[in-house]
């Protein structure tokens, strides 16, 4: 598959983990479409964090900053 499908596809779960109730389930589809390549995610910020914590706690952080 092409890495740009696969990159818009962790897009979708990641934009889905964000506003779910249970975001536990899209988390697994994102690392398993991204592959590690978190290049989807333009912020730089955003993906420092991935680097240093992992996807599970941008989403957290995410998720906590769209409830205010």
């Not at 598959?1 to 962790?10: G, K, N, S």
């Not at 779960?13 to 390549?37: H, L, V």
Request: glycine share 2%.
């Amino acid at each position: 598959m092409e890495e740009d499908i696969r990159q818009y596809i962790a897009q979708l779960f990641t934009d889905s983990a964000i506003y779910c109730s249970n975001p536990e389930r899209y988390i697994q589809e994102i690392i398993f479409w991204s592959k590690g390549n978190y290049a989807f995610i333009q912020n730089r910020l955003k993906r420092l964090i991935i680097h240093l914590a992992g996807i599970k706690q941008l989403i957290r952080m995410e998720r906590s900053l769209k409830r205010e």
